[in-house]
């Protein structure tokens, strides 16, 4: 009994020491690692989190069980090669930011940040101006309004960006005033929450409508649809 107290005693001055380590720490310092890169083998609320993205997009058809297994290497594959990504299944920060889960997706500029006026705003925009496009195509317009509002250089407020003299074809021609589809309010809501196709654009235009040679000088960051999207 002796024996006993002593090992108790030893444990519990080793802990006032600050030695002690909870089994709590394990799973969150294991998620800090899945901020840079995600791959197969890994497990966790971020694979979960990356999981569900992809199946509603429809790129991923198994369970949300947080395991990244081969069903879920595929899924990321093809959503790679669909967003001009290298296509290795590993997510890495430029898949990541695609998936709307860079830091850019934790901040205060998410879809709960605004009111459902400015989501169905939003969606009038993305329908009036991309609804010929893909889905990943209509998600890249809404991003571009989001990166605007980001920016100092634009107006802060979804109708300051959307409304700005001379933004938007889709304000200018009146398609603004048509009533969105269910696809552009999800493309909007994608787009408030982070997922940001352009990698960060703040212009789109087609090559083949535009009459500006200044919006040509600008830096192209992908290209997708009939859209280029630029800095």
């Known amino acids: 009994m002796k024996k006993v107290f002593k090992i108790v005693a030893l444990v519990l001055m080793v802990c006032a020491m600050g ?37 509603n997009w429809g790129y991923y058809k198994g369970s949300i069980d947080g395991i990244f297994g081969a069903q879920t290497k595929q899924a990321v594959k093809n959503f790679q090669k669909k967003n001009g990504l290298k296509v290795d299944g590993i997510v890495g920060p430029k898949t990541l930011a695609a998936l709307g889960m860079s830091s850019a997706s934790s901040s205060s500029n998410n879809s709960s940040s605004y009111s459902d006026a400015d989501v169905q705003l939003l969606a009038r925009l993305i329908y009036g101006e991309a609804r010929g496009e893909s889905y990943v195509g209509q998600v890249a317009v809404g991003a571009v309004v989001m990166n605007r509002i980001r920016s100092s250089s634009f107006p802060n407020t979804m109708s300051g960006v959307i409304y700005q003299r001379y933004a938007f074809t889709a304000v200018d ?43 040509f000088s600008r830096p192209t960051t992908i290209t997708i649809g009939n859209h280029v999207f630029a800095k």
């Open 173 to 215: 021609d009146g398609q603004i005033n048509l009533t969105p589809n269910a696809t552009a309010r999800k493309a909007a809501l994608d787009a408030m929450n982070g997922w940001d196709p352009t990698y960060g654009a703040i212009y789109y235009y087609n090559p083949v409508t535009a009459t500006s040679s200044w919006i």
């Open 19 to 55: 030695f002690c380590v909870s089994s709590a720490v394990v799973p969150q310092q294991a998620e800090t690692a899945y901020a840079a890169v995600i791959q197969q083998g890994n497990t966790g609320s971020t694979v979960k989190t990356m999981q569900r993205k992809l199946k």
